[in-house]
């Protein structure tokens, strides 16, 4: 408790604002209200990226004295404590949904799911899958929800790799290379991609970190850096980079693409030596996801009324209605739409293939205003926090269910800035789909292990009659 408050006034002081001290004090919740009982952290690092979207701007403004778009230009701390409450509501829920489910466990819990071989067999078979997968999927817009979820196993499988090699034995080599072909291949894509290897990275190490172990602090360092370096690069080279996606052969060119995005980050450091400062500055200001929830936070109700509920109406009439089984049901406001109509800026859209995130925060106050806001954040962590028991107490092999819950909470629950029907259509898109394959790959393996298991008895009592036989 005293330390607790010694980090809390430290934060008033070195940052100058109490917004700093009250979200040292959620941070610290966090932690508390989610602790891992099996596998890495999962919730609370999830809830943690979702507290540095809402607080990274304070931190750094009040460090760093550098002037910040977000506190120039709209009235951030009422948007800020929204998004600390929110934050605060979906921990609440996810640790009352644990509650709610957990039980002691009893029964065979198979640690291992396969030989080291086997496994590392099926990620790179799920490497090569996926980028087949995310070519074909939008093909075929009715399934395109499915074949994407099932693009996630690569995932999975790579953090059971990543786990396997960090315990024990700290495989430092293999991790090292590991993660630079999966970085690598991140850059090759639309979207930033690079980022979710390293944080599945920094998981496996935190599952079993010693604080005692030189080789950990290096590593979680160096996880930390490369993601630092990589959004900052990312984000100067990323609109040139796009551009070239118009052109058929680049576009369909893994090595192409590479090449092209190395060609940019060298020229851009070549040319932009002294300009660091400002991209970290634009990067801390991409990262920070208040600016365009406080604009329309100042909009509403003032010029445009609650919606009253529709937007999250909208959300769930689109997750119930399956495009497979309503292939004509309409698309959804893009966030570039919400940004426009709500916060009054005429920002890119889809004219412009982007889209500028507005969040499920801000749609919940656009949609119910404080508190009922806040409602639909319990009422979701209670259901994922339920959800993630389950799966652990039911997946009877250990390293399937920690994988499972692992990739699925954490692509469901960290970004803060994702819109309601996204976060939900992918966090339930996951839990049937990985869910219910590893569910059947659970079940069949069980059943395989009985198999082999009666067979030596099955044997011994036929040699037992034999050998009682009297002729």
Known sequence: MIRSAALIVAAIYLCGHWLAGLSVAVLLLIWRMLPAREGPPVLALAMTTQWTQVTIGVFYAGLTGRPMVTIERSEYQPMVLMGLASVVALTVGLAAGRTWVWRPDAGRRPAELASWNQLFGAYLVAVVTRGVLQQVAWSYPTLTQAILAFGFIHLALLFLV??????????????AGLLAFEVALGFTGYFSDFKEPLLLGVLALLETFD??????????????AVLGLACVMWLAVRAEYRQDFDTELFSASRVTRLERVQALMTDWLRERSGGVSEVVDDLVDRGWAIYYPALAVARVPAVLPHTGGQIMGDAIVHLVT????????PELMSDSEMVRRFSG??????????????GYVAESYVDFGVPLMFLPMLVFGIGCGAAYEWFLRTIRHRELAVSLVTVVFWLGLFLFERAWARTLGLTITMMVYLGGIS???????????????????????????GGADPW
């Open 211 to 224: 604080s005692r172990r030189l080789q950990h602090w290096v590593l979680g360092a160096a996880c930390a």
């Open 162 to 175: 990543l786990r396997r090699l960090v315990a024990p034995t700290l495989e430092s080599r293999w991790i």
């Open 345 to 358: 800026v005429m920002v890119a859209g889809a004219e412009h293939n982007t889209s500028i995130a507005f």
């Open 439 to 465: 569910f059947l790959l659970d079940r069949w393996l069980l059943m395989h292990r009985d198999e082999h298991a009666q067979a030596p008895e099955i044997e011994a009592g036929a040699a037992t009659i």
């Open 322 to 329: 399956p495009r497979i089984l309503f292939p004509n049901k």
